[in-house]
């Protein structure tokens, strides 16, 4: 991995104004930090009204160990900018220290992200993360006055968090634990990175067993060790081998898909003028993705890491298609038993929609009992394993029974949901996200497909009446749509 080169670049900086009592934010490069230093070693002065109370407060947000020499005139406010630079030096090495732990596991490029965020005076944050999971937060802050939990807002809940403060405290998180600790960074490392002393050994047999199994050789780099479930991985490119004849593929053709609903979903989404889409955690049962589960790891999970499946799930959410308009099965399996109603939606841009096809596997396929044979080989060599490749598809893969339904799935990540059902299938309480089905403005809430049509279930009562009704009040709602009945004439 390449020298870190990331240091933050800028300073947050809160100042007094020398001509008065206000106080505003000015920003300091790096470069500058000796014009910070020389300006914080001198004195800066208020008006004269300003209270002691007013300048005490500026003290502390600044992060001032003590105000000397007061009087209603003048000030002298004296940081202590030697804790504070040594803090972002240790700051600088730790992070240094972080990425070479995680090379030396053959983890690279695992900080997805980068954030520097004002908080207080100023505030430098990494989050590492390997395979989509947090596993590491580093955090510097400048000033007296922080929350200990800002960073738990939302589900990017890490392992393990490290915060220091300029003052040289350290402040360690490890889920649901915060203690101020007396070890030193270097033996937090220590403890967070638990590297097997075997590794090697059972990198070794796991190349073997791929080669026993599949017939192709690997090499030891291409096996990773993941520390935050303390299992081993593959590389993307070595599973994507494996997997090759199950990929879910982007859906091309064709041009129109298909929900099948009830009648008073169809109203609800009409009137709101938004369809909603369901998190993926809802999903985790046998007839969705959980036959998979025992294919993607050979381990039980702990408490921990099945917590940050439910997390991590509630930020995906997800909805299903079929290519099956006003078909006979369908209406029967998801139109409310051929009275409800099939919805046509256009594709209004197929190159760039994230709709994919389900891919259909058998159960007994030669790609899962090769995966069963390998995991069963490596358990018994008490060598935990997972694999990555196929928990990502797992939403995209289901079993050859389903395959006359010609599902294809749309998946969305956010981490904002706009409210909350209990699966009647299931008894889970699930998030859900809505999507604007018609575009006032420019913005980015908006439904990939437009909704062109309905078509009513054959069994459904008083077909003309309902047919009218629902171009009436699509046309109040500001849709263009056409609306008719099944072409099935008969049904039983």
């Known amino acids: 991995m390449e020298g870190y080169n990331n240091k933050p670049e800028m300073l947050f900086v809160l100042r007094m104004n020398a001509e008065g009592n206000d106080v505003f934010i000015e920003e300091y490069e790096l470069s500058e930090f000796p014009k910070l230093e020389e300006w914080f070693n001198s004195k800066g002065f208020f008006d004269y009204n300003a209270t002691f109370e007013e300048m005490k407060l500026v003290g502390q947000c600044l992060g ?51 954030s520097m965020e004002k908080i207080d005076l100023c505030s430098f944050s990494d989050t590492f993360y390997i395979y989509d999971k947090p596993f590491l937060k580093l955090e510097y802050r400048l000033g007296h006055r922080f929350r200990t939990d800002s960073f738990i807002e939302g589900y990017d809940i890490p392992c393990w968090k490290i915060q220091f403060m300029h003052q040289g405290g350290l402040s360690v998180y490890n889920r649901n634990d915060l203690l101020k600790s007396d070890k030193t960074f270097d033996e937090w490392m220590q403890v967070i990175f638990q590297f097997p002393e075997d590794a090697d050994l059972k990198k070794k047999k796991i190349c073997e067993l791929i080669h026993t199994i599949y017939g192709f050789e690997i090499q030891i780099t291409d096996i990773l060790y993941d520390p935050a479930s303390k299992c081993f991985v593959l590389k993307e490119e070595v599973e994507q081998n494996m997997l090759k004849d199950i990929k879910p593929e982007r859906a091309v053709e064709p041009d129109e898909i298909a929900k099948y609903t009830t009648l008073d979903t169809l109203v609800a989404v ?43 799930a509630d930020k995906e959410f997800i909805t299903s298609f079929t290519t099956r308009i006003d078909d006979l099965d369908m209406w029967r399996l998801y139109g409310d038993n051929a009275r409800g109603v099939c919805m046509v939606f256009e594709r209004i841009n197929k190159d760039s929609d994230e709709l994919f096809n389900i891919s259909y596997i058998a159960e007994k396929s030669d790609v899962l009992e090769k ?31 389903y395959s006359s339904e010609s599902e294809c799935r749309l998946m969305v990540n956010s981490k904002k949901t706009d ?25 980015d809430n908006i439904y990939p497909f437009r909704l062109s049509g309905i078509i009513l279930g054959p069994a459904s009562r008083e077909q003309t009446a309902n047919m009218m009704q629902i171009l009436y009040m699509a046309a109040q709602c500001q849709y263009s749509l056409f609306v008719k009945q099944s072409k099935i004439t008969s049904y039983r």
Not at 70 to 75: E, M, N, P
Not at 79 to 92: A, I
Not at 382 to 400: A, D, E, T, V, W
């Open 64 to 114: 001032a160990e003590r105000i000397v020499n007061y009087d209603r005139r003048k000030f002298v406010l004296e940081l202590e900018l030697k804790d504070m630079k040594q803090s972002l030096n240790d700051y600088t090495e730790s992070v240094l220290k972080v990425e070479k732990a995680l090379e030396n596991m053959g983890l690279k490029d695992i900080r997805h992200n980068k």
């Open 270 to 312: 009409l009137q709101s003028g938004k369809m909603r889409m369901n998190s993926i955690v809802s999903m985790n049962d046998k007839t969705e993705i959980g036959f998979l589960e025992e294919y993607i790891r050979n381990y039980k999970e702990d408490f921990d890491e099945e917590c940050d499946k439910y997390l991590f």
């Open 371 to 401: 995966i069963a044979k390998l995991q069963d080989a490596l358990k018994d060599n008490s060598i935990r394993f997972r694999m990555n490749l196929l928990k990502k598809y797992q939403h995209f893969l289901k079993l050859s029974d």
């Open 419 to 443: 409210g909350w059902f209990i699966n009647r299938d299931n008894g889970i309480l699930t998030p859900y996200i809505e999507k604007k089905l018609v575009r006032e403005v420019e913005e």
